[in-house]
């Protein structure tokens, strides 16, 4: 069967049927059933996370803005596993962007 834990040592077993039973001073079959430990391992998992996404669009038309991107949780943790924060830079990068100066005419159109 299937294990019954995904970590920290479930139970898998397995059983066969008696198709003929012993006649005539015949011996029985051994057991009919069968159960050992699966999935030991420990329950606590870090997460795994996604590529980089794309540059964001700079904040600003001019006079310096800022882009960022990011890389989202793909796989969560589980148990006592880690995972860096939202802004930390594992997952999170910011640069410089449109540091020209304005000249008065420009019109946004960051998203």
């Known amino acids: 069967s299937k294990c019954s834990k995904e970590c920290e040592s479930g139970i898998q077993s397995k059983t066969r049927s008696i198709l003929t039973k012993p006649r005539n001073g015949g011996e029985t079959c051994d057991a009919t059933s069968e159960e050992r430990v699966c999935n030991t391992g420990s329950c606590d998992r870090d997460c795994k996370l996604s590529q980089w996404s794309g540059w964001s669009p700079c904040s600003v038309a001019c006079g310096g803005g800022e882009q960022n991107r990011k890389k989202k949780v793909a796989r969560p943790i589980r148990g006592q596993g880690k995972c860096p924060t939202e802004k930390n830079r594992a997952r ?20």
């Open 92 to 111: 999170y990068e910011s640069k410089s962007c449109n540091e020209q100066a304005c000249k008065g005419d420009e019109v946004c159109v960051a998203k």
